[in-house]
């Protein structure tokens, strides 16, 4: 009977070498690039300069869109001004012309998906690539979970969440095409931390944390060469009017003017982050929180006392 050679049980060398090596590489690469985070972070950040590009806001009619609308025109940018009410809107390019800038007005209901396909497909043909969009439109009914109605919590998903996927869908593909583009959206603190009377609101901009995270990955797997940027905003309560009742123990813990947070957004997106909390230090308190239990972090919420109080008269 012929001797047979059983190789089934002897081990491969040439795998066993290449995941050590790949080990290696991996570690090299993952601290390197810890080193190199590090690093930046210190360093003074360039801003890219907006002269000459197309920037799509949504929400422009009042509030952060406002000051943004501005200030980007302020540093020679052309703004495509969108809000759903007019009338405000056009009040804002006006403004925006009568101070030198360049700004086009568009109505639009950024809840409709065909409505936006419609808008993104004519500013394109009007005034070519549009290569910022700052999704800012937003709701925030505040009161009980238990007392908002189905129309309430559906239309905020609508505004706050669907939203996004449309603007994304509609101006992506043109982004791919040049592989170029920054696409900036507002979440909130709410959606770095759980508040009260803010329960399907929070939800709403969990979800947009989410949509950003995964967008950005989704494309960098897609192509590794990928210069399409994303930028996610999480303001702490602005003074814009969405919150009438804030509650606070402490004087420092202030609304934020929107003037100031628009300033800090357009930072941030100029400088290329890709998460930014405003004020600053909130999103390095909530990486630092979850390392902590959660009873001991609803001790400091008590203490803190902070959060909107119900706008239900």
């Avoid at 939203?163 to 992506?172: C, P, R, S, V």
């Amino acid at each position: 009977m012929a001797n047979r050679s059983d190789n089934s049980s002897s081990p491969d060398y040439a795998a066993i070498l290449q995941t050590i090596l790949e080990v290696i590489v991996f570690h090299i690469k993952f601290w390197f690039a810890t080193f190199e985070g590090i690093v930046r972070s210190f360093l003074p950040k360039e801003e890219v300069d907006v002269r000459g590009k197309f920037v799509f806001i949504t929400g422009t009619g009042h509030g952060m869109g406002k000051y943004m609308a501005q200030q980007y025109a302020g540093l020679g940018a052309k703004i495509i001004c969108v809000d759903v009410n007019e009338k405000n809107n056009t009040q804002t390019v006006k403004e925006i012309k009568q101070g030198g800038g360049s700004a086009f007005g568009y109505t639009c209901d950024v809840t409709n998906r065909q409505a936006i396909f419609e808008l993104a497909e004519k500013v394109q043909q009007e005034h070519g690539f549009i290569e910022i969009i700052v999704n800012n439109a937003g709701i925030m009914p505040c009161r009980p979970l238990l007392e908002q109605t189905e129309q309430e919590i559906r239309l905020m998903y609508d505004v706050n969440v669907m939203a996004h996927f449309w603007i994304l869908q509609a101006f992506l593909p043109q982004m791919i095409s040049k592989n170029k583009g920054h696409i900036v959206a507002m979440s909130s603190c709410a959606g770095l931390f759980g508040l009260p009377n803010l329960v399907p609101y929070c939800g709403t901009k969990f979800a947009v944390r989410g949509i950003m995270q995964s967008m950005n990955e989704e494309l960098r797997r897609l192509n590794k060469q990928n210069n399409i940027k994303f930028t996610t905003i999480y303001p702490y309560m602005v003074d814009t009017g969405l919150c009438k009742n804030p509650h606070f123990r402490f004087s420092w813990m202030k609304m934020v003017e929107p003037k100031e947070a628009a300033s800090a957004i357009i930072y941030a997106q100029r400088t290329g982050l890709e998460e930014v909390s405003i004020p600053r230090h909130y999103i390095y308190l909530e990486k630092i929180g979850r390392l902590w239990p959660r009873k001991a972090m609803r001790v400091a919420n008590d203490f803190v006392d902070a959060y909107v109080e119900s706008d239900k008269k």
